[in-house]
């Protein structure tokens, strides 16, 4: 079945980065986008980026430019995340989805604490 | 871009009908036809339930319906039922490549 499975559970120091994987299977991964969504705890879905993984082309919201990297490993059909600079405020679960007909599959996300 | 309007909470008793509305500007939800609506129990993923504005992806129920006009989007759902009870999140495309969701309802079944 079509799945996006992600990396595990992270914990970062101030000012490190972190690296989030998406790796999906059920179906051909150079044809849909990928989207990253975060959500702080009691928050709401904070939309992050968008990857076409046949073009590599990406976009980034506006707030985490300069700090967000998307890429992606065609040979695995596994997307990545990369948010440098890390504060506190980073703290959250960390979604990526399918964007075909809405966000129709996700994965389970990754929660990555950003404490000293 | 700036996050799309829901009210915070709604609520609902058994088998009435419940609307949420999601309003954007003319920059997204009102340029484009591509708003979605996501479901997400505590602790879960999102689960999306209305893409297209109106269109319901295989398998939910035809309880939940979507609806736009003009900078603002709906998500009608009737004969309530207690596993409705969630947060709801709309989504609108804002163009070149950017989305933008809404800050969330919480629905409440009384």
């Known amino acids: 079945q079509v799945q996006l499975v992600q990396s595990g559970a992270e914990v970062k120091e101030p000012g490190a980065s972190v690296k989030v994987s998406c790796k999906a299977s059920?179906?051909?991964?150079?044809?849909?986008?990928i989207i990253w969504v975060r959500q702080a705890a009691g928050q709401g879905l904070e939309w992050m980026g968008w990857?076409?993984?046949?073009?590599?082309?990406?976009n980034n919201a506006q707030k985490f430019q300069g700090r967000v990297t998307m890429t992606r490993d065609t040979s695995i059909s596994t997307a990545y995340m990369e948010l440098t600079s890390l504060t506190p405020d980073d703290t959250a679960v960390y979604y990526c989805?399918?964007?075909?007909?809405?966000?129709?599959?996700w994965g389970q996300g990754t929660l990555v604490t950003v404490s000293s | 871009q700036s996050a799309l309007t829901q009210p915070r909470s709604v609520s609902g008793s058994p088998g009435q009908s419940v609307t949420i509305s999601c309003a954007g500007t003319?920059?997204?939800?009102?340029?484009?036809?591509?708003v979605s609506w996501y479901q997400q129990h505590p602790g879960k993923a999102p689960k999306l339930m209305i893409y297209?504005?109106?269109e319901r992806p295989s398998g939910v129920p035809n309880r939940f319906s979507g609806s736009k006009s003009a900078n603002t989007a709906s998500l009608t759902i009737s004969g309530l039922q207690a596993e409705d009870e969630a947060d709801y999140y709309c989504?609108?495309?804002?163009?070149?490549?950017?989305?933008?969701f809404g800050g969330g309802t919480k629905l409440t079944v009384l």
């Open positions: 059920g179906y051909t991964f150079t044809n849909h986008e």
């Open positions: 003319s920059s997204d939800v009102g340029r484009y036809n591509y």
């Open positions: 989805a399918r964007n075909r007909q809405g966000l129709q599959v």
């Open positions: 990857m076409n993984p046949n073009s590599g082309f990406t």
């Open positions: 989504c609108s495309y804002g163009g070149t490549q950017n989305f933008v």
């Open positions: 297209d504005v109106t």
